[in-house]
Structures are given as structure tokens and as C-alpha cells.
């Protein structure tokens, strides 16, 4: 039996237990993990400088490092945050329909959890606690793979969680880590159709591309955002510029900022130059020549440029002769994440609304408001950019299936 | 350019424009393959004999050349069957939820379609239409892959369409079919996930298996189907026996129906003796020793054949000693598709409905009911059995996904 095979086999089981497993237990459980983050920091803190030292030696940059570190306050932050899961809304054994047919029997369609989920992610140990809240308290069982250079911490942190677990009646088994993260693991792992029920990738465009390559298992991508702002012809400018400011430099590393300002010809002077002034160096700019009279350009915008993810202070910027033009670049070079018309002209909204092809299309707003908590539905797992199964933010409902009940008294065909 | 490029490429543009179109264009459209269809019968059977002859070359089996085998009443058939598509409600662009944020963000989440669906099919041609009018109500574009053995047909069928679309406005390329029938064209489809959003194979075990290793799309599986029914010990004995009857007989090759009855240690006696007078040799049984005692067994059933769908009038039958041992079996061979529990006792028939892990669970009635009509859902394009997307019978609603349209003002983060 391989390694793979006996994590799966536990968690098939434990997921089979978790099916008579009540709220009230979950969250039982759930507080319970809250309580011991908090009540084991140090221990937390000591692995994770286990982890920060082999990163210094294997020259990790100082950024990384920073996302590594485990403090007392973020410990408190991620205590934090299963509390918040766990007061969410069950959605588990919602009936979302059903109806009596004309035979009699009566058929009940109702939310069940996923089964097994598997989450690859790297080096953040904050995900480990939140990705493992989420799955619980929608009654999945998870396995999960960090990188090895969190690998300390997410041992302590899985240990913590699967205690709380044991000490409140639930399987241990509900929460699992890949303690092995050799690449041949996680390879096993993506092929382990017959105990994951969905893989999840977290992490950037070269892990999911990976994991979509050779995964036999359902896949949910998430998190690649190359997002863009349209500047219509009839636009406000001003919101224009307020909206490409937010939207590209409020927090540049995350998958809802934009890579890409589209501006229509007829506004260009006017919304470059505002552009221009209102940032002044502040974010490099890849532009077209028109865009060069009027703004710093620091080179063309390339197709490379349009296809790229800077999660960073830099922009491409491109003239277009009309919506149309924008709609197909748009489509052509975008994520399927978030996407923004600025236009007070109401059939433009409509076309852009009804022809761009993303998970959140906005009209007149920052695409920095596509993320669970903004739009109401709480913690989330993360942005889908594929279209089966869930679509922009995934919480708890998004972490399930359905199943149909139906009761006779010996119907037959 | 490689050829399934042509075909994507094709497929994007067309699944752009259909963005636009709406119902009452679709139906127009529907209405003309319908009208098409009967209309040219003589040419569709016609280019049909030569896959027939082919096939006869080829020593395919009788009851496969039945299957491929088109006549005038069948080709009625599937106008009748474009006509019920056509009938029922376009699920696209339903509001399926929606809320105004406090900071005024107003949010709508609607239905739109998958956007280029690829189908990979056997050697029925029937598939082609039924597929391609289910994605074309649902505003979606389909690239249909069928067997080698059905090329005239699908050819001339295809024709017929795209002609038809063509003639009420819609993009012909909306219907596309691969004429190149190779496998390492059919390996190029499975890998263009640049331009397929969903692919669905509809066939064996092993078809559903290659495309689950092979490709680099989201899948879902439909059709296999392991079924069970479980006598429990508190079962109403005739009620049983014709559950059983009807699931294992009324129609042996589907997917829905059964391929291993359970039966409760306690009612093994009666059950058993009450089956083999209804069949009396009519059904092949692998049972085990008890079983023998009541009933003409075959052979002992091995794990082989809790593992296989028989698709024939040959079922496994298996003693066990009460409703865990049931589940699990059903939990460990089962295909996640439909099972059964026959008993008269609550707890035992909540149990089963809430640990059995299926697309549709029974209690006391036949499994042959898990069907799109059946379920007053319409004509169905498959029936899943994995968990992610959608489960059960597949009709136009499982054919959508959804965005987020937001609408503001100037709003930023």
C-alpha cells in the first residue's frame, strides 16, 4: 500500500463517518481548534522558525520569508478565522428542491458534502487552517499538501487541528497532511481518483497549469487573475481614473487587481493624462504610442505584456477603436476572473455585461470586490476561473453536491 | 494549424455570438434541424447504409449494428425528440440570486451557458442530434466526436444542422462535428482545454476511463452505472421481490439498472425462494452458499463480479448481515449512481439515505426511475456520476454555469 493509498483509505472512512455528523458537533469541533491555536503558540512559533531557518539557508527572499512567518498576532488571526467559519451557516442537508411526481414517489434534492478534497497549495501556513475550517464545517473530509518549506508549521498546525478533532468525538482522519512532499507524492496524489473527489490548487499559474496536466481527479482552478479595466468612450473620467487607481494599486500582488487598462480612443488624452497625473511615477507603465504622449511609458506593451500577471506596480495600457475591440482583447488575454466597463451609456453596459466572458463582470466598480466576504458569502476558499461546478468566490455552499432522495411504496417502471 | 484548433478556434467565435442570441432564435433554429430532419430521410439512411455495410465488413455483432441502424421511424424519432427540447424552458439567463451590498454595490448572479461543450460518443447516431440540440437550447456550442463506425451518419446529420442554423441565423460553426476520427485526433480534443470549457464522454467504462486519463478539460462522467438493491431485514417481501425483478429486468442494459442484490441474513430464506419462483432461470445468478440453498445459482459470485456491470439479465447476489454491511458493499463497489433500500423501518431507511454515497438513493422503489423525464427535468445529456458540477440526470440547467454581473457607481475598495 502506498502512502497516498493509506491517507486515502483513512479518509474515505472518515468522510463516511462525517455523512452522521451534526452541526452542532462541527462546530463543537471547530471552537475547539480556535481554542488550541491560541492556546499553543509557542509551539507553533517554535516550528515555524524551524521552517524560517532552512528558508534563510535555501535563500527564500525576504517577501516570502514574510509570508512564512507565523507570529502571535496572526496566530490570533487564524484562530479568528475558523471562529468566523464556524459561524456560517450549515449548508449541509438544505433541500434546494423536489417535488411529489405523478406516480407518487417523492423526489428530494438535497446538499450533501463534496466527499474528499484535496488541496496543493504553497508555502502560506494560513491556508492549511482556513482551507481545513472551510472543508469541515461543510462536512468534507481534506487532504492536504503544503509545500516543504512550511512543512514544520503545517505539521504543528495539523497536529493541533486533528487533537481538537479527536478530543471532540470527530474523526482524526477529517483532517490530513501530505507529511511527504517529494514530487513523486504529490504525483501519486493528483492520480488518486479513487479517494479524492475534487483536487483544488492554490497557489499561482505554474502549480495550476501543473496540477490541471496531470490530475485524473476533478479539478477546481482558482486564484489567476489577469484582470482589466475598459475606459469607454463614455465614460466619467474621473471615475475612471478612481476606479484603474483602486482597481491596479489598493493591493497589486492579489488575483482581483488589473494588469490591463483598455482606453477608447476618443478619451484617450483625456483619461491618460488624468491617469498621469493622479499616479506620477508611481506604477510603471507598458503603453501604445498614443498612451506614450501622454503618460511616462517605460516601453511598448507587448502580446507577451497581455497574457502577464504582474501582481505589481506595473500596467499595460492599450488604445482601442471602440468596445468591440476591447470585449475581444478581453476575452483573448483574460483569466475569466474580474472584468470593468466604465461607461454611462447604458446598451455598451449591456454588451459588456452580456459578451465578456469572466466570473464577475462589473460596471462602474473597482474588480477589487470579487472575494467572499464582499459579496456576503464569508470565508472563501478561493476564486474559481472555470465555469464547472462554481464560478468567483467559493465558500461553504461551493464546497458541496447534491444528492436526490426519493421515497415509494414499491414503484416500478 | 492543427485541425482540432480549426475546430476550437471556430467553436470560440461561434460560442461568442451565441452569447447574443435569444430564445425565440434558438427555437427557430430547433424547429428547422426538426423540420430538416424529416425532410431529408432518404439522403440520412442512404449515407447510414454505408456505415452499416462497413460495419457488416467489420463482423460488428448484430445487436450493435441495431443500435447504429436508422430507419424512417427513428429519424421521426429524433425530430420528435429536437421538437421536446425545443419545448421546454431556456434555462439561460435566469436570475439565480442577487443582492444590493451596503456600500451600494448592486450584484446579480445569472445562468449563462458553459460556453463550447466537447462530446465524445459511440456508435450511435441518434447521440449526435439529442446532444447537439440539448447544447444548442442551453446556448452552448458542441464539438461532437462520434465512433468511426457511425461517420456517414454523423456526417449527414451534422449537415443537416449546420445547414439548418444557418438558414435561421444562428453560426453554423454553433454544431461542429470531428470528421477525422483517428485517435490522435481524439487525443488533441481531450488536451484543447484552450478552447473547450467541459468535455462529456458518453459511453463504456473504458471510454469514460481514457477520457478521465487523458485529458487536460474539466470532465464529467456520466453512465456507468453499478446498482444495487438491498433487501433489509424489515422489507416487505413482495414489494422486494418485484423491486428487484423490475430493476434487474424491465430493461438490463441501462445504466439504472441493477447489477448485485443484498439481502438481509434474517429474510434471506423467504427472499430467496420468492425471486426464484418469479424468474425461474429467466436471470443468471452468482450467489453465494446460502443463496444456493433457495435458488438455482450459477456459480459463486466473486469480487469480479461485485466490480462489474453486467448490462444482461446476470445478477451477483450476496447475503449480508445487516443494513452496514449493505452500505458498504454498496459504498465500495457501487458506481454512485442509483441505489435501493426496500424496508418498512425509519431509522434503517434514513441511515441508508444519509451514508449511502450516490446521485439518487431509493428507498422502496425501482432504480430504473433515475432518468431526466422521469424526474420531470426533460431530456437529459447524460447522467453524472461524479460529484463536482452536477449529479443525476443531466438536463439543460446542468448544461450552465453562472456569473456575477456588478453594478456601481464609482465604488472602490
Not at 487541528?161 to 513523486?184: C, F, I, N, W, Y
Not at 475534487?198 to 496540477?211: K, N, Q
Amino acid at each position: 500500500m502506498s502512502y497516498i493509498d493509506e491517507l486515502g483509505t483513512a479518509a474515505k472512512k472518515a468522510a463516511s463517518d462525517m455523512t452522521t455528523v451534526g452541526t452542532k458537533q462541527k462546530n463543537a469541533a471547530l471552537e475547539a481548534i480556535a481554542e488550541s491555536l491560541a492556546a499553543n503558540k509557542s509551539d507553533i512559533i517554535k516550528e515555524n522558525k524551524r521552517d524560517i531557518e532552512n528558508a534563510k539557508v535555501n535563500g527564500m527572499s525576504d517577501a516570502m520569508i514574510d509570508r512564512l512567518t507565523l507570529t502571535e498576532a496572526r496566530i490570533d488571526g487564524m484562530s479568528e478565522g475558523v471562529r468566523q467559519v464556524m459561524a456560517l451557516k450549515d449548508p449541509i442537508n438544505e433541500i434546494i428542491g423536489g417535488e411529489e411526481l405523478p406516480n407518487g414517489l417523492k423526489v428530494e434534492k438535497i446538499r450533501v458534502p463534496l466527499g474528499v478534497i484535496g488541496i496543493i497549495f504553497e508555502s502560506r501556513p494560513n491556508v492549511t487552517v482556513d482551507a481545513a475550517s472551510l472543508c469541515l464545517k461543510s462536512g468534507n473530509v481534506c487532504i492536504l499538501r503544503g509545500g516543504s518549506d512550511a512543512i514544520y508549521s503545517n505539521k504543528c498546525l495539523v497536529g493541533i487541528m486533528r487533537d481538537a478533532l479527536k478530543r471532540t468525538g470527530l474523526p482524526e482522519d477529517a483532517v490530513q497532511l501530505v507529511a511527504d512532499t517529494s514530487r513523486a507524492v504529490a504525483g501519486d496524489l493528483m492520480k488518486a481518483d479513487k479517494y479524492i473527489d475534487v483536487l483544488i490548487p492554490r497557489g499561482g499559474g505554474g502549480l495550476i497549469r501543473s496540477v490541471r496536466q496531470n490530475a485524473t481527479i476533478p479539478v477546481i482552478q482558482t486564484g489567476e487573475g489577469n484582470c482589466h479595466v475598459y475606459v469607454d468612450r463614455f465614460a466619467d473620467i474621473d471615475m475612471a481614473v478612481n476606479i484603474t487607481d483602486n482597481a491596479k494599486t489598493q493591493r497589486p500582488s492579489v488575483c482581483n487587481a488589473i494588469e490591463t487598462v483598455l482606453v477608447h480612443k476618443d478619451v484617450a488624452e483625456q483619461f491618460y493624462t488624468a491617469l498621469n497625473a493622479k499616479w506620477g511615477g508611481k506604477v510603471k507603465i507598458y503603453g501604445d504610442e498614443i498612451c506614450a504622449k501622454y503618460m511616462n511609458v517605460d516601453r511598448p506593451a507587448t502580446e507577451e505584456d497581455y497574457a502577464t500577471e504582474f501582481n505589481d506596480y506595473i500596467i499595460s495600457a492599450k488604445t482601442v477603436s471602440g468596445i468591440d475591440e476591447a470585449i475581444e482583447h478581453i476575452n483573448r488575454y483574460g483569466t475569466k476572473h474580474s472584468e470593468c466597463i466604465v461607461t454611462i451609456n447604458l446598451d455598451n453596459a449591456e454588451k459588456f455585461r452580456r459578451c465578456v466572458d469572466a466570473a464577475a463582470v462589473y460596471v462602474n466598480a473597482s474588480t477589487r470586490f470579487t472575494d467572499g466576504f464582499e459579496f456576503g458569502l464569508g470565508a472563501e476558499i478561493g476564486i474559481s476561473t472555470q465555469k464547472l461546478h462554481a464560478r468567483g468566490p467559493m465558500g461553504l455552499k461551493e464546497l458541496t453536491t447534491y444528492k436526490y432522495l426519493i421515497s415509494g411504496n414499491g414503484q416500478i417502471r
